[in-house]
């Protein structure tokens, strides 16, 4: 099962842009949580916004009321809209999944972890 992140590019400040993620090549069992990090070269990966399977969601403060993170986690799908775009927002966008891979895995509640390849989002005049 991969991961497949797309919707990143280039944009000036105050833009908008959709990213979307959604997993291939398999199935889940069940999903627990999905999210979206962003990572700078020369600094750590860091959490932007997370969605739960019962629909609560968090997110950063550095993106509270710009982005808003939705999908359909039954499903393995996730969205980040995110609107009034900084030149700090730019980075590598990373989704992210929390699962049980299989009912086997279910069973021995064995958590395993999903990420997609990144897409880069350039937020510049």
């Known amino acids: 099962v991969q991961l497949q992140a797309s919707g990143g590019g280039s944009v000036q400040p105050g833009g908008s842009l959709r990213l979307s993620c959604a997993a291939s090549g398999g199935s889940i069992y069940r999903t627990i949580t999905m999210s979206w990090y962003r990572q700078v070269p020369g600094r750590e990966r860091e959490l932007v916004a997370r969605m739960s399977s019962d629909g609560t969601t968090d997110s950063s ?55 997609g390849q990144g897409t880069l989002v350039t937020v510049s005049s």
Request: glycine fraction near 4%.
């Open 61 to 115: 403060d550095s993106v509270k009321g710009r982005f808003t993170i939705s999908g359909d986690i039954a499903n393995s799908m996730v969205y980040l809209q995110m609107n009034a775009l900084e030149p700090e927002d730019t980075a590598v966008y990373y989704c992210h999944s929390q699962a049980y891979a299989s009912l086997y895995e279910y069973r021995r509640r064995r958590r395993q972890e999903f990420w």
